[in-house]
């Protein structure tokens, strides 16, 4: 994963509550196993109509929103199954923070692996992001991941918290191959040792 430190970016605001995997990807494109690809089809029934022309409407098909990082969400974001395919396809559109009151479970901790920064806010704090993103192009936010911090268009900051691991590897560009390889020298003595050890194996 790429090191994760600061995103700067007009944000879109998505305040529909309840988003789930299957609106974030359908289901019919589960079909493949790379994580590259699926951003054209992120968020494909409220993006596209049945013709497969562009759903004026939809946030993202808008102007000022179309290359957009930051999300500012409804309640309970990424609900539903879950699939890995969903912050694929977020990732592979070029979203990096997504702002929400709160995350289904395995949905956050998927972003982490994938190189997202899914921040949990009170609902007051997601009004005045969701008013800020309303805002498209004169409204640029800033989120600082070193700091923990979120400033606004108007000089505003907002704090968050994140928990201290999650953190280094975002920080790092850590996933979970890249926290292994991190201890790729113990693991090669430790095989070493069990050759030395067990050699009939």
């Known amino acids: 994963m790429d090191k994760f430190e600061t995103v700067?970016?007009?944000?879109?605001?998505?305040?529909?509550?309840?988003?789930?995997t299957d609106m974030i990807i359908p289901k019919q494109f589960l079909k493949t196993i790379k994580r590259s690809?699926?951003?054209?089809?992120?968020?494909?029934?409220?993006?596209?109509?049945?013709?497969?022309?562009?759903n004026p409407d939809f946030i993202l098909n808008q102007a000022g929103y179309r290359n957009t990082k930051i999300i500012v969400a409804g309640d309970n974001f990424?609900?539903?199954?879950?699939?890995?395919?969903?912050?694929?396809?977020?990732?592979?559109?070029?979203?990096?923070?997504?702002?929400?009151?709160?995350?289904?479970?395995i949905f956050y901790g998927?972003?982490?692996?994938?190189?997202?920064?899914?921040?949990?806010?009170?609902?007051?704090?997601?009004?005045l992001l969701m008013d800020d993103a309303r805002r498209g192009a004169n409204a640029t936010m800033t989120v600082d991941l070193v700091n923990q911090e979120?400033?606004?268009p108007d000089g505003g900051v907002i704090k968050?918290?994140?928990?201290?691991?999650?953190?280094?590897?975002?920080?790092?560009?850590?996933?979970?191959?890249?926290?292994?390889?991190?201890?790729?020298?113990?693991?090669?003595?430790?095989?070493q040792k069990m050759a030395e050890a067990t050699p009939w194996i």
């Open 8 to 20: 700067e970016g007009v944000a879109a605001p998505m305040p529909l509550i309840n988003i789930d």
């Open 37 to 54: 690809g699926l951003g054209v089809h992120a968020f494909a029934e409220m993006r596209y109509h049945e013709d497969g022309t562009e």
């Open 78 to 105: 990424g609900c539903g199954s879950s699939r890995e395919h969903a912050p694929w396809a977020i990732g592979d559109l070029g979203i990096k923070v997504i702002i929400s009151t709160s995350f289904a479970d």
């Open 110 to 127: 998927n972003c982490f692996k994938n190189g997202i920064l899914p921040i949990k806010l009170p609902q007051d704090k997601i009004d």
């Open 150 to 152: 979120i400033k606004g």
């Open 160 to 191: 968050f918290e994140i928990d201290a691991f999650k953190k280094h590897c975002l920080l790092e560009g850590l996933d979970d191959i890249g926290l292994t390889m991190e201890k790729e020298k113990s693991i090669d003595n430790f095989e």
